[in-house]
């Protein structure tokens, strides 16, 4: 399987509508992978988490996987990131033609900090959530506001970590990132695991706990997820998906969530999320895990 991705600034949406128009078979059909970056490519970083989960399993199921770049400025852009040091040691990496375009364009977005962690169930590392919020906080040029919002993404980042290191089940590890632009002004909070996604945990529980939404398809439970807090252990429980959910929208964030096999995206409207047009896709290819991205549009 050959994957293309050309010179633009590309979401984990991005990618999955690059792949799924590529993609013919099941990676279980397949033996080869090649990922091709055109000079002037770039990857926000829930297209990080999310491509990084994407391949470290392809390569945990022993499959070849293989970068290929354009341009040795593209490969030290993604260095500079922090994505090689992430990513599955089985892949090959590959200059094709060895061009460097020159750095005159800087980046296609310029101001922009990016701090990305793997997570490790086996191993935490409590230091995780205070560093990625406090990267968010030290770039908010207000001080009033940071103060604001440092709860906020402190609350958010730690309740979906928290996922990580209580559902996942996998020996891969789970990524989280952030993303500032202009002083805060644009924010992401990533984090993608490779283990169960959670529906695929709560799933089992519904006839018990709660059976009127064991009928519903996967797009309708999670926003009942999102709405009530249902947790697989039961009524009364915490959810930490709606937890972050509800701090979010506080801010007015918009919320990308990749499954199995389908994406969901949801805007806030009058304080809930709420679904709009074009906000599902299908028949995208099969990734393990839950990949979540909060999208904070700052007024400061």
């Not at 009033?144 to 919002?149: E, I, K, M, T, Y």
């Not at 509800?246 to 806030?268: E, H, M, T, Y």
Request: glycine share 8%; charged share 20%.
């Amino acid at each position: 399987m050959h994957y293309c991705f050309g010179p633009q600034l590309l979401r984990s949406s991005d990618l999955d509508l690059i792949m799924s128009t590529e993609n013919q078979l099941a990676p279980s059909e397949l033996r080869d992978f090649e990922f091709h970056f055109a000079p002037y490519c770039e990857l926000t970083v829930d297209a990080m988490t999310f491509l990084l989960s994407y391949v470290n399993q392809l390569c945990a199921n022993n499959h070849n996987v293989s970068f290929c770049f354009d341009a040795e400025d593209t490969i030290k852009q993604f260095d500079g990131d922090g994505f090689f040091k992430h990513l599955s040691s089985s892949v090959s990496i590959c200059p094709v033609n060895s061009i460097s375009v020159g750095r005159s364009y800087d980046r296609i977005l310029t101001d922009r900090v990016i701090k990305l962690i793997n997570i490790n169930a086996d191993r935490p590392d409590q230091t995780v959530t205070p560093q990625l919020a406090d990267a968010i906080v030290n770039a908010i040029k207000n001080s009033q506001f940071a103060r604001r919002l440092n709860v906020a993404v402190f609350t958010i980042i730690g309740e979906l970590i928290d996922n990580i290191l209580q559902h996942s089940s996998t020996n891969i590890d789970g990524f989280s990132g952030v993303e500032i632009y202009n002083g805060g002004k644009l924010i992401r909070i990533a984090v993608s695991d490779s283990g169960r996604g959670i529906l695929q945990t709560l799933r089992p529980t519904l006839t018990a706990e709660f059976p009127k939404l064991n009928r519903l398809n996967d797009t309708k439970l999670l926003i009942e997820v999102l709405k009530r807090g249902v947790s697989r252990h039961g009524q009364g429980r915490g959810c930490g998906l709606k937890t972050s959910a509800d701090w979010a929208i506080k801010f007015g964030a918009c919320l990308d969530i990749r499954l199995s096999n389908i994406r969901i995206v949801l805007f806030p409207d009058k304080g809930k999320y709420a679904l709009r047009t074009p906000i599902c896709f299908g028949d995208l290819p099969d990734i393990g895990g839950t990949h979540i991205c909060f999208t904070f549009t700052l007024d400061i």
